[in-house]
């Protein structure tokens, strides 16, 4: 496990909203203050969770900078700067350098299914443009783009590429990515549920949806994992589980938003056309957080 100030638990930030849909700018700050008074490692935003995906240019830039001043250089921000082309990712992430992010984080293009060659150009074009760590971001349930280990090996050939967050579920994959770059890549989870099976094979943290809602437990697993507690570890895990489970009962990402409302965290709306859960879904929801809450209040 690193040393490296890129490490440990990073909530995968929900960009909170107001009734209207605008940005809730406020609440960002509020959020990012809890969170690191929670322990966390880093802020990540402009993410999956994040809703990246509906923001305009604008916004998108809006975002990074009231997060940069919410966080006044306590813990880095890693700043979603991916689009569906080279040319928007490297005007994103040269406006995320202007403002002084730590670091770019990139999901593959998206929609476009772009060949493993191309995701090496893509990437290395946007490193090229820039001074920031760039970090790659691969999810292929929402993409239907995979970054092979071979891929990302290719891509560090450019010095300031640094690693991958994974959101594929798929531990084989990304334990290949530490041992092809020979552990130099830095390595984050972005799976709640394999969070713990990849520290254990020397990865680095986890960009973490669940976080959102209950940040002290993630980070008390974090910890137990560092000190060796795999019993306490394990056991937070498991009280954990059944949220990333519950990711199935909405589209997404409203589960987590809905999640954060029943804490006493809440963001406000998805952006259309998602909304919100219809009552019989919310009362499972409303039920899994309140136990998992209760192990929370007990830390």
């Not at 770059?181 to 949806?209: E, K, W, Y």
């Not at 259309?272 to 809450?293: E, F, H, S």
């Amino acid at each position: 496990m690193s040393d490296n100030k890129f490490h440990g638990v990073i909530p995968a930030v929900a960009s909170p909203f107001n009734a209207d849909e605008s940005l809730d700018e406020g609440r960002l700050r509020a959020q990012i203050d809890e969170y690191i008074r929670c322990g966390v490692h880093g802020i990540s935003v402009a993410g999956s969770q994040g809703e990246f995906f509906s923001l305009e240019y604008a916004e998108h830039v809006r975002l990074l900078e009231v997060a940069m001043d919410a966080i006044q250089g306590r813990v880095p921000l890693y700043a979603g700067t991916g689009a569906v082309t080279t040319r928007g990712a490297i005007k994103l992430t040269g406006a995320g350098q202007a403002m002084g992010v730590d670091l770019a984080l990139v999901i593959t293009p998206f929609f476009v299914q772009p060949t493993q060659d191309e995701l090496v150009t893509h990437y290395t074009a946007i490193a090229k443009s820039t001074r920031l760590p760039v970090m790659l971001y691969n999810n292929p349930p929402r993409t239907s783009v995979n970054v092979l280990p071979e891929t990302l090996k290719r891509c560090m050939e450019t010095p300031n590429i640094v690693g991958m967050k994974d959101s594929s579920g798929d531990i084989t994959q990304t334990v290949e990515y530490k041992l092809l770059t020979n552990r130099r890549a830095l390595v984050f989870s972005g799976r709640d549920t394999v969070f713990q099976s990849l520290m254990m094979h020397g990865c680095d943290g986890t960009i973490s949806p669940a976080a959102n809602v209950f940040p002290k437990l993630v980070v008390a697993q974090y910890n137990a994992i560092r000190t060796g507690d795999w019993t306490e570890a394990t056991r937070i895990n498991d009280v954990l589980a059944p949220l990333r489970a519950a990711w199935a009962l909405g589209s997404f990402p409203v589960v987590i938003k809905e999640a954060m409302r029943v804490v006493g965290r809440d963001p406000g709306p998805t952006r259309r056309p998602v909304t919100g859960l219809p009552p019989a879904k919310l009362d499972v929801l409303q039920g899994i957080c309140r136990r998992i809450l209760e192990e929370e209040n007990k830390l």
